[in-house]
């Protein structure tokens, strides 16, 4: 008897081996298939490059949409707000510093708009601030920091080269 004939009588007698064939072909593509079978494919996490913004760069992440970052700046530093949209999102309580230089808010504890510097001018030196003032936007700063990733630095338009 040949090996075809001796193989459809194996097949004929015993119907499980057909799902035995089934599976074996399977193992066999899984390990010789050059992309993992069934794997999704793997994606780069997102990454955030730490770099400079001048005022008008920084109004760019405002949150204007459910897509747009949330970036504040505070103290020169950048951070990343995304994950407090509740608070800095357009319907958000703190929505004013999103997308803003918010240190002289946050020192004067105010949501008033004049008080930040608009952001064709240069940077809030914060020179006139009291010691109280100091010690509020410092607590802030601290807040910030611990909460919420530095990506980058608020600078002058005249410091980027
Ligand atoms: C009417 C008085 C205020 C009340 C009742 C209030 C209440 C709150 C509450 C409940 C939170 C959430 C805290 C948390 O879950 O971590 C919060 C966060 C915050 N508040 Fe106020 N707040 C007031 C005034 C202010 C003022 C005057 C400022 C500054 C201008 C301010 C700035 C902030 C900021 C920036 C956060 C969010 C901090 C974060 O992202 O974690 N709040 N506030």
């Given at each position: 008897m040949s090996l075809q004939e001796t193989l459809l009588t194996q097949f004929q007698e015993n119907p499980l081996?057909?799902?035995?064939?089934?599976?074996?072909?399977?193992?066999?593509?899984?390990?010789?298939?050059?992309?993992?079978y069934n794997l999704p494919v793997a994606r780069h996490a997102e990454t955030t490059v730490f770099r400079e913004y001048i005022p008008k760069q920084l109004r760019e992440y405002d949150?204007?949409?459910?897509?747009?970052?949330?970036?504040?700046g505070i103290c020169g530093n950048v951070f990343d707000v995304t994950k407090g949209r509740n608070f800095y999102g357009p319907d958000g309580p703190y929505g004013n510093f999103a997308g803003r230089d918010a240190s002289r808010g946050l020192a004067k504890n105010s949501f008033d708009m004049d008080v930040l510097t608009p952001i064709d001018q240069p940077l809030d030196t914060l020179e006139d601030l009291t010691r109280d003032e100091i010690e509020s936007l410092n607590d802030w700063h601290a807040h910030f920091a611990g909460k919420y990733q530095l990506v980058g630095k608020l600078v002058n338009d005249s410091d980027v080269l």
């Open positions: 081996n057909w799902f035995l064939s089934g599976f074996l072909i399977y193992v066999i593509y899984s390990y010789l298939s050059p992309v993992p949150g204007r949409t459910p897509q747009t970052k949330i970036y504040i």
